[in-house]
C-alpha cells in the first residue's frame, strides 16, 4: 500500500472513533432568550489537526516504528493539508546504550531532528543527575513543561506548566505533569542539596488534593490564558502501585481537560474515556513503549475529537534515518564487541507470552539471579540485592556484546557494600515484596539468601509522602528467610552488596541503609560487575546452572495460608 493511501486509511479509522470517543458529553441546556445579538465569528480550526504523541521510547531510537517513521507519518500528515503537532509524555531518554553513552544527549538532537514540539519529562529523564537534567533541557530545541516539579523552597514550577500552540486562531494548551512518585522512581540524592535535604518535589508532600490543586491551577491558568483545548502530557500510568497519581484518578479529580496523553505504565490505550469532576469524559490515551505504536490525537474542523494508535507503519524519512545512523557508528564498534557467551536464554519476561510479561519485578528469574550473584561475587559480601526495575532486558541464547549488557544496566549505577542487620535485611525484603503479584520496579533479585512472599497477607508497610520507607506496622509477608542454609538472624551484622542506587540513595525508596557502614563504596559501574563476573566467575560462559527461566528457588510465592 503506497504511503498516502495508509495515511489516509488511518485518518478514516481514527474519524470513526470521534463517535464513541467524544471529549465532552452534551447536556441539554434551557435558557430564557430575551434578545438575539448579532452572531460573532468563533475562531475555528480551516483544516483537521493530528497531533502525534510518543511515550516511554526509553531509546528505542530505530526500533518498530522508529524515529525515522515518527518523521515520515508527520510529514504525511502535512502533505495531507492537516496541522500537526508532535508530542512526548515522558521517558524518552534512557533505556539503552545510545542513552547511557550520551547521557541522554544523543536522544535529544534526534528529538530536535524530527521536529518535537514539546515533552514533559518522564522520572528516567532525571537518571543522569539533576545538573544533566538541565542541560538536556537547555539542548532541547522545544519546551520540556511540568506543573508540578517544585522547587521546594520557592514553591514555584521548576519548568513552565504548559506551553500554547495555535493553529489559526485555535489555541490548544499542553499541561506537563510529572509523577509525584519520580523521587523514589529515580535517584532520590538527585532532589536533594549535600546536606541530604529535598529541595524539589512534584506536589506529592501534602497529599494527592494537593498534587490536583496544583495541575487545576495550571489548566486555569491556560483556560485563562486562551486556550480552546487542553491537552494533559503526562507521565503517571495506570499501574495500582501509584495510586492515588494515576492518570484516570487525575481525571476524576480535575476539570477542564480534554484529552490526557499519559505515560510511565507502557499501557496500550487507544481510547478510554474517564468522567472528570464535572461529570464530562475526557479521552485518555497512551502507546505503549519503545515505538511499537505511535498515537494519532485528532481534532477536526467542526470540533470533534479522537485517539488512535498507528502500528505497522513501516515508512521511514530517509534523511532521520541517515541521522540516527550517523549518531549510531559512533559507538557502534565499541558495543559490538563480544565479551562473553550464554549457553541459555536469560530472561526478564515470561517465556512465551504476547504481549510479553514482564515478571523480573514480582518474581524471581534467572537473569535475576545472574545479576544478584554477580554483585555478591565481585565484592565477598553474604548477601547481593538487584533491583527488578534495574534489569531492563533479556540476553538471547549466544554469544554476550557490551551493548547487551549495557542494555541490561543501562543506568550507570555502581558497586557498593555496607553492613546490615538482619532486620534491616528483612526491612528490605518486605519493601520489595509489598506490591507482590502486581509488578513493582524494587522488587528484590537476591543472592546469598531464599525467603518466601505469602501473598495472600496484605502488606503493612508504611512510606511517607515521597513513598519512603518509615516501617513495617503487622505481620511481614516475607517469612522463612534463610542466609545459606542458617535463618536469618534479625541481630546480626551481615555484610551486604548492591549499587549505590539503593544503598546510598534511597532508590525505590529503601532507607533503611542509608546510615549503615560502606565497606565498598561505588567502585565499579554496574555493567562492569555483570561482565567480570560472567568472565572472571564463570570462565566467560552462563551455563547450566542458570537454565531455568524463573530461577533456582530463591523466592517462592505461598498464594494460601498454610
Known amino acids: 500500500m503506497m504511503l498516502r493511501k495508509l495515511t489516509v486509511f488511518l485518518l478514516v479509522i481514527l474519524l470513526a472513533f470521534s ?25 475555528a480550526l480551516d483544516k483537521d489537526l493530528a497531533i502525534l504523541y510518543t511515550n516511554d521510547v526509553h531509546c528505542a531510537v530505530d526500533s518498530a516504528i522508529g524515529y525515522a517513521g515518527v518523521a515520515a507519518l508527520k510529514m504525511q500528515l502535512l502533505a495531507d493539508d ?20 550520551s547521557k541522554g544527549s544523543y536522544i535529544i538532537d534526534i ?19 539533576m545538573d544533566r537534567f538541565m542541560e538536556l533541557r537547555d539542548m532541547a530545541k522545544f519546551p520540556i513543561i511540568s506543573a508540578n516539579f517544585m522547587d521546594s523552597a520557592t514553591g514555584k514550577p521548576v519548568l513552565d506548566p504548559y506551553t500554547m500552540l495555535t493553529f489559526n486562531g485555535i489555541n490548544v494548551a499542553f499541561v506537563g505533569v510529572s509523577s509525584p512518585m519520580t523521587i523514589s522512581t529515580s535517584t532520590p540524592t538527585f532532589f536533594q542539596d549535600a546536606n541530604g535535604n529535598f529541595i524539589y518535589d512534584f506536589s ?56 490526557v496523553i499519559d505515560g510511565h505504565s507502557h499501557s496500550t490505550i487507544e481510547c478510554e474515556r474517564v468522567k472528570n469532576l ?12 519503545k515505538l511499537e505504536k505511535v498515537g494519532l490525537l485528532y481534532i477536526t474542523k467542526d470540533g470533534s475529537i479522537s485517539t488512535g494508535l498507528v502500528s505497522d507503519f513501516m515508512d521511514k524519512d530517509p534523511e532521520t534515518e541517515a541521522y540516527i545512523a550517523q549518531i549510531q557508528a559512533q559507538f557502534e564498534e565499541l558495543l559490538n564487541e563480544v565479551v562473553a557467551r550464554t549457553d541459555v536464554e536469560l530472561i526478564i519476561f515470561e517465556p512465551g507470552t504476547d504481549p510479553a510479561v514482564r515478571i523480573v519485578r514480582n518474581t524471581e528469574t534467572n537473569l535475576g539471579d545472574l545479576c544478584a550473584d554477580a554483585y555478591r561475587y565481585i565484592s565477598g559480601a553474604d548477601i547481593a540485592f538487584v533491583n527488578g526495575g534495574g534489569i531492563r532486558t533479556s540476553i538471547p541464547m549466544g554469544d554476550i556484546t557490551y551493548g547487551q549488557i549495557i542494555k541490561v544496566h543501562p543506568f550507570g549505577n555502581e558497586l557498593c557494600m555496607v553492613e546490615a542487620t538482619g532486620q534491616e535485611i528483612l526491612d528490605a525484603l518486605e519493601m520489595g515484596a509489598r506490591a507482590t503479584p502486581a509488578e513493582n520496579g524494587g522488587f528484590l533479585q537476591v543472592s546469598g539468601l531464599t525467603y518466601e512472599i505469602h ?10 509522602e515521597n513513598n519512603m520507607f518509615v516501617s513495617v506496622d503487622g505481620e511481614y509477608r516475607v517469612k522463612n528467610v534463610m542466609v545459606g542454609t542458617e535463618p536469618l538472624d534479625l541481630a546480626k551484622t551481615y555484610t551486604l552488596a548492591c549499587h549505590n542506587y539503593l544503598l546510598k540513595s534511597a532508590g525505590d525508596g529503601y532507607t533503611m541503609f542509608q546510615d549503615n557502614n560502606f565497606l565498598l563504596d561505588s567502585i565499579m559501574i554496574d555493567n562492569q560487575v555483570l561482565i567480570n563476573f560472567i568472565i572472571d566467575g564463570l570462565s566467560g560462559v552462563v551455563g547450566a546452572d542458570y537454565a531455568d527461566p524463573h530461577g533456582q528457588g530463591r523466592i517462592v510465592a505461598v498464594e494460601t495460608a498454610p
Open 204 to 259: 506529592q508532600k501534602d497529599g494527592e488534593k494537593a498534587f490536583f490543586a496544583v495541575v487545576q491551577a495550571a489548566v486555569d491558568a491556560a483556560t485563562a490564558a486562551g486556550a480552546d483545548y487542553v491537552i494533559a502530557l503526562t507521565h503517571l500510568g495506570i499501574d495500582a502501585a501509584t495510586s492515588p497519581y494515576t492518570s484516570s484518578e487525575l481525571i476524576e479529580n480535575t476539570k477542564g481537560i480534554d484529552v
Open 278 to 289: 464535572d461529570g464530562d469524559r475526557v479521552l485518555l490515551t497512551q502507546t505503549g513503549t
Open 111 to 129: 528529538m530536535n531532528e524530527v521536529g518535537y514540539d514539546v515533552m514533559t519529562p518522564g522520572n528516567h529523564e532525571f537518571d543522569y543527575g
Open 19 to 43: 463517535f464513541a470517543c467524544k471529549a465532552k458529553t452534551e447536556e441539554p441546556v434551557v435558557a430564557e432568550v430575551t434578545a438575539t445579538p448579532e452572531p460573532t465569528p468563533e475562531p
Open 82 to 101: 492537516c496541522y500537526v503537532a508532535l508530542v512526548d509524555a515522558g521517558d524518552a531518554v534512557q533505556g539503552d546504550a545510545i542513552g547511557t553513552l
Open 455 to 464: 501473598t495472600y497477607l496484605p502488606s503493612t508497610v508504611t512510606l511517607d
